[in-house]
């Protein structure tokens, strides 16, 4: 049996467990829960999960995350790129499925072939394409929140030393900031997280999980150090912050250093052809119609 049939087999038998997943009639509503109920589930981002018991676009989508177990994936993602109200883990799924469909539909109409393991991974390469979009928003949300962090780490200092609590000094900070950076964003998300109910603790910790950036996490852990032991924020903040600089300075010496090596490609590549062809055509034109070297 050729790889060909076997997989439009087992294809054939996936659309099957498919459509009967979809079209089998949901159970009676119980006490098993949200989803058993026919009731939207809210997932940790705030956003409301595909009802497993809804129409049929809700139920394809509720499979799809259960059989691929990119749940975890999608809400990290929606996470870190700071809960945008456009976008939703379903709808980062609906796009890499459109990216997927897209792919597999190009491929076939260009290569011209339906072969079975090429589509496939084709749908794959397609279905991963979002993925670097996303990363490269997340990398870029991530530069903004650190290029802001050690200004907010002073100004917290200041604050904490004129006799205010740090949440305290959340809210002086934010409310004489006129334009929020998506650091400001999410230190606003975690005090309305306070006055909704949360724990200090808890709403620090979702602080640092929203930016996904060490630096953030180690801040947070200090502050919770601090409210746990009674020992000083102050001082813990101010050598915080020092090596915060010291570390942006390391980074950018780094990155200074590295500029070199990665202008030899270009060099190599696009300049110096460019200079070769400029010193050496004159020559061999000379050398072509005249016989002979121009001096």
């Known amino acids: 049996m050729s790889v060909g049939i076997l997989l439009t087999i087992l294809a054939a038998f996936g659309v099957f467990l498919i459509v009967y997943q979809l079209l089998r009639p949901a159970p009676a509503p119980g006490s098993a829960g949200f989803a058993e109920a026919g009731l939207p589930k809210t997932g940790p981002g705030g956003y409301v999960e595909p009802n497993p018991q809804g129409s049929l676009w809700e139920r394809l989508d509720a499979k799809m ?3 691929t177990f ?3 994936s999608l809400e990290r993602y929606y996470l870190l790129l700071g809960q945008p109200s456009r976008f939703s883990p379903v709808a ?8 997927a469909f897209c792919a597999v539909l190009a491929g076939a109409l260009l290569l011209g072939t339906l072969h079975p393991l090429t589509l496939l991974i084709l749908a794959l390469l397609g279905f991963s394409l979002p993925d670097l979009l996303f990363s490269q928003r997340i990398r870029k949300r991530q530069d903004q929140i650190l290029r802001n962090f050690p200004t907010l780490v002073d100004l ?6 004129s006799g205010l609590d740090y949440l305290a000094s959340f809210e002086r ?5 006129r334009q929020h950076s998506p650091l400001e964003e999410e230190l606003q998300k975690s005090l309305n997280e306070v006055q909704l109910g949360y724990l200090r603790r808890e709403a620090l910790r979702h602080f640092a999980q929203r930016t996904g950036i060490q630096e953030l ?10 409210d746990e032991l009674g020992t000083s924020l102050v001082e813990l903040l101010r050598n915080f912050a020092q090596d915060m600089r010291f570390r942006r300075l390391s980074r950018a010496e780094r990155l200074a250093s590295e500029a070199s090596t990665k202008m030899l490609f ?8 460019t200079v070769f062809v400029l010193m050496f055509a004159p020559l061999l034109n000379a050398l072509i119609k005249g016989g002979g070297l121009p001096f």
Not at 92 to 99: M, Y
Not at 156 to 161: D, K, N, P, Q, R
Not at 173 to 177: D, G, P, W
Not at 266 to 273: A, D, N
């Open 217 to 226: 996490r180690s801040f947070v852990g200090l502050i919770l150090q601090s």
């Open 70 to 72: 990119l749940k975890n």
């Open 173 to 177: 900070i934010l409310r004489n900031t």
């Open 65 to 67: 995350l259960k059989i």
């Open 92 to 99: 980062i799924l609906h796009a890499k499925q459109g990216t």
């Open 156 to 161: 917290v200092a200041l604050t904490v030393e």
């Open 266 to 273: 270009p060099l190599f590549f696009f300049i110096f052809p």
